[in-house]
């Protein structure tokens, strides 16, 4: 296996805290929302086991989604450093801090009032919790929910509860659009989503098959993973992929791997796929695929415009 699919996997598994892959075009908003109610918070506030006794000023983000969703609730000027993963907002201000591989003297050293973690790698809250550094946790998403609920998390403890509540609004409301139209069918479209080029992928009791669920598609995966035993990541052979001929193969592994619909259609018995055939070999962004923050929306509206070129 390349080093990009195990990374990529440890991300979506919550094993590890990020996910790799290039810069995308600015969309965040710094500013807060007009008639947002972010000036009158009030603190001490309290998530989970967490107390702030102040807003956070010198926040500290070792998630990339984590990031997305702090500088989309207008909470990017108290972001101070960011991991070496997290590309996106360009603007996130990236370090050489790891998510991976989380060391407590280089994070403490950026004097953060709040560390925001999205695994406990080398159990590093305790190591932080131990030199008096708030830390959230943020683990890896397993529905739109558990991402609702990290922004609203994160807006309480920024001090950017309205913006936040803008935020999760906004994602169901364009989310229920993307939906509202889309054709019904007397079958279900089938689909394949690939991680990585040695054929891992996400089963529909994941975050990522979740979103595909939203567009009404069947993954072709679950039946290799029906106990669960792969954490909902198997790694599927090609002969089971051929013989299941997917409408959809969707790739997660662009920028990672380089893999194209050309590639694609080059392995051995992939020509005769129905997605090959009807050129429905769908290129993904990585980073959107593989993270939960609000950029899911972006992820969502692509599967939604391939399945609506497909007559009913």
Known sequence: ???????????????????????????????????SSSAAATFPVTVGKLTLEK???????????????????????????????????????????????????????????????????????????????????????????????????????????????????RMKDDIAKLVKDLPQRSEKLTYYHELGPELYTATSKTFIGSIYALAGLENIADASDADGKNGGYPQLSQEVIVKADPDFVFLADTKCCQQTPETVKARSGWAGISAVKNNQVV??????????????????????????????
């Open 1 to 35: 296996m390349s080093g990009r699919t195990p990374r990529l996997l440890a991300a979506t598994l919550a094993v590890a805290a990020l996910t790799l892959g290039a810069c995308a075009e600015k969309t965040s908003n710094d500013t807060p929302a007009a008639g």
């Open 55 to 169: 807003r956070p000023e010198k926040i500290v983000s070792l998630s990339p989604s984590a990031t997305e969703m702090l500088f989309a609730i207008g909470a990017g000027k108290q972001v101070t450093a960011v991991d070496d993963n997290s590309n996106y907002p360009p603007e996130a201000p990236k370090s050489d801090l790891s998510g991976f591989q989380p060391n407590a003297e280089a994070i403490a050293a950026k004097t953060p009032d709040l560390v925001v973690l999205s695994n406990d790698t080398n159990k590093i809250v305790d190591q932080l919790t131990t030199l008096k550094i708030p830390v959230l946790l943020t683990p890896a998403a397993a529905t739109l929910d558990d991402s609702y609920r990290q922004i609203t998390d994160l807006g309480a403890l920024t001090g950017h509860p309205a913006e936040a509540a803008d935020v999760t609004k």
């Open 283 to 312: 290129v993904l962004d990585d980073d959107i695929a593989s993270r939960w923050g609000p950029r899911v929306v972006d992820q969502l509206r692509t599967v939604v415009d391939a399945v609506a070129k497909v007559p009913a």
